[in-house]
């Protein structure tokens, strides 16, 4: 590569043809009066390591992982931040030197978009967590980390949410967060914040919850849509006070992976509206 070329990112993913974040750096780019390429790369299954590999040995700067490699790009990084090495995943890899950092930045795109984009309070709240799987384990710790009174976690399997507590158990002590696991039957009572991680969404499906959970909470699904998901139709039938889709996580992790590349930090307001527009 001649050093008048962009510094090259992409995004590694199966399916990939969907993806906004081309769209989102390039807005960050734009922005900050910086050049950069930035593509979706569809990675046929069983070839991500030998991809993510020869994207960066071809001079490549970084790249973001989504959907199915997380689990492939933490084995592949040479070093992890503690926040990837707590979500057993990683959907940014940064060139350091000789070496490939891991880190995930998925989680601290969620608390920014519910603390800072739609100004829920975290902070004494008590918040139910949907799901058990590779996502919900990537945004615990940040949640965490903002202080909740109280963080229940249910799933369907409910030995997946029981896993999970007792990895984050010791962190929920340190941040004085009641920590426990509920099978979705057993839940009957109103929450401040819902958040659905899990993939029900994709079938038209919910997770099945009483309608007293929804009553006044704040409803969040990480999946997003041109139109409310069916999680969020349902809260809003139910009672739920507000609803939001993950768009703003979408931006916000992306923001963050920007800044560990680049070390400049977007904004992200416009860049919502940007994608939203276009959805
Ligand atoms: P992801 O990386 O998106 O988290 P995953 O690790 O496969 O994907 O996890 C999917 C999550 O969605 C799980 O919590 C799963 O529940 P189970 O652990 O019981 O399988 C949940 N899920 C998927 N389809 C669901 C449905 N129809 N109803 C309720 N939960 C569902």
């Known amino acids: 590569m001649n050093d008048k070329s962009p510094s090259r990112y992409a995004v590694f993913g199966n399916p990939i043809e969907h993806s ?3 769209v989102i750096h390039q807005q960050f780019a734009q ?16 070839k991500f390591d030998a991809s993510a590999r020869a994207f960066f040995n071809d001079g490549g700067a970084g790249l973001n992982i989504t959907v199915p490699f997380k689990l492939e790009a933490y084995q592949l990084a040479d070093q992890l931040s503690e926040r990837a090495t707590r979500a057993g995943a990683v959907n940014t890899l940064i060139v350091d030197g000789d070496i490939i950092v891991g880190d995930n930045t998925d989680g601290c795109g969620l608390v920014a978009d519910l603390q800072n984009n739609l100004q829920w309070s975290i902070e004494g709240a008590n918040i139910l967590i949907l799901g058990a799987g590779g996502a919900v384990r990537g945004i615990i710790e940040p949640l965490l980390m903002a202080k909740p009174a109280s963080m229940v976690i249910a799933n369907r399997t409910v030995e997946k949410a029981e896993q999970l507590a007792e990895i984050f158990q010791p962190l929920a002590n340190d941040f004085s967060v009641r920590l426990s696991v509920k099978h979705y039957a057993d839940l009957n009572k109103p929450f401040d914040i819902i958040i659905n991680g899990t993939s029900a969404s ?14 006044a909470a704040c409803c969040y699904d990480m999946m997003y849509a041109k139109t409310p998901t069916p999680f969020l139709q349902v809260a809003a039938k139910q009672g739920a006070r507000v609803i939001a889709d993950g768009l703003g996580m979408l931006v916000e992790q992306a923001a963050e ?14 860049v919502i509206q940007f994608v939203r527009d276009s959805l």
């Open 257 to 270: 992976s920007f800044r560990l590349w680049r070390n400049v930090k977007p904004d992200t307001s416009k």
């Open 31 to 46: 922005q900050l009066q910086q050049t950069i390429s930035y593509q979706k790369q569809l990675i046929e299954l069983g």
């Open 202 to 215: 994709l079938g038209g499906d919910i997770p099945p919850l009483s309608s007293e959970c929804f009553n």
């Open 20 to 22: 906004q974040s081309p």
